[in-house]
């Protein structure tokens, strides 16, 4: 267990830089790529909670969990962005994007068009895990430890997309906006 803790000391700092340097490579931006990064530790707490409320310890199978759940986060937090910069650019090119109502409108509209496709992804995750979670057969232990981490996670994660990054956009964009 030493071993392996102090190669995890190793391996999670390096997939955070990887998860980064692609987020970076994507959005060709760093802002928008720590935008989608917040993601992880909101996504950790829900891991977390829901390791605590099950009684799981931290293990290798966890940090498995925890870094797949990591993988995911950055794949829908890149989606939002991309949903809130369709509405922001689509509002651009027509010209209706004078005032900060009007930005507050287009983060409002690529917001909602992003519930469904986020709640499809969330559910589909989660009834893909749900199973595993109430297996009873061998390897079931390692393996609701792997899941475990991922439908906490997904839970915290699910609320920060739609909560916390368009009010963090809207903070970003205000300053393209030059009210008269």
Not at 22 to 47: C, D, E, Q
């Amino acid at each position: 267990m030493l071993r392996v803790r102090e190669r995890l000391k190793v391996v999670v700092p390096i997939t955070f830089f990887l998860i980064f340097l692609l987020l970076y490579m994507n959005t060709k931006s760093t802002l928008k790529a720590a935008i989608v990064m917040l993601a992880v530790p909101f996504s950790v707490i829900g891991a977390v909670w829901y390791l605590w409320i099950l009684d799981y310890n931290v293990s290798i199978a966890v940090w498995v969990g925890m870094i797949a759940l990591m993988g995911l986060d950055a794949e829908t937090g890149v989606f939002m962005l991309l949903f809130l910069d369709l509405s922001y650019n689509e509002a651009v090119r027509k010209g209706t994007m004078k005032t900060l109502k009007d930005l507050e409108e287009a983060i409002i509209h690529g917001a909602v068009k992003r519930i469904r496709p986020k709640a499809m992804t969330v559910m589909a995750t989660m009834m893909g895990l749900l199973p595993i979670m109430w297996s009873t057969g061998i390897g079931s232990d390692m393996m609701k430890r792997v899941a475990a981490p991922m439908i906490g996670g997904l839970v915290t994660s699910f609320l920060l997309e739609l909560l916390v990054y368009p009010p963090l956009y809207y903070i970003w964009k205000k300053r393209d906006i030059k009210e008269v």
